[in-house]
């Protein structure tokens, strides 16, 4: 009986170890719709999560609805790579990964389903749509 619970323990033991593996433990971005919209899913996350502190007030750029799309898109400041979501910064900001640790929103990160849509949104081309 000693021996079966030894076992059993080791077992388990092992089981544990295996799955802590990665021990970053982070989860794939979740798989979002096609042909995602800027006014119906960015610039309600853009509202709600980053002009409190982006606006003509605060910082630019202003992600205020009506002006969201023009500041993204005017310049590189935000790096916005329309169709390549791993080359543009914003994706870095987003996901925490900049360089400069200029990590967006700075206390509390967005939803991975928020990252994820932003992310597709660029991929298909971040457009005005």
Known sequence: MKKLMNVSVLIGSVLLLAACENDKFEE?????KDNVSFALDIQPILSAECAGCHN?????????????????????????????????????MLQRESEDGNNMPP?????????????????EGALDN
């Not at 794939?28 to 979002?32: A, K, S, Y």
């Not at 206390?107 to 991929?123: C, E, G």
């Open 56 to 92: 003509p007030a605060n910082v630019e750029p202003d992600l205020r609805k009506g002006y969201a799309y023009a500041s993204l898109m005017e310049g590189d400041e935000e790096g916005i790579i329309p169709g390549d979501s791993e080359g543009s910064e914003l994706m870095e």
């Open 28 to 32: 794939d971005l979740p798989v979002v």
């Open 107 to 123: 206390s509390t990160p967005l939803s991975p389903l928020k990252i994820a849509l932003i992310k597709k949104w660029i991929d």
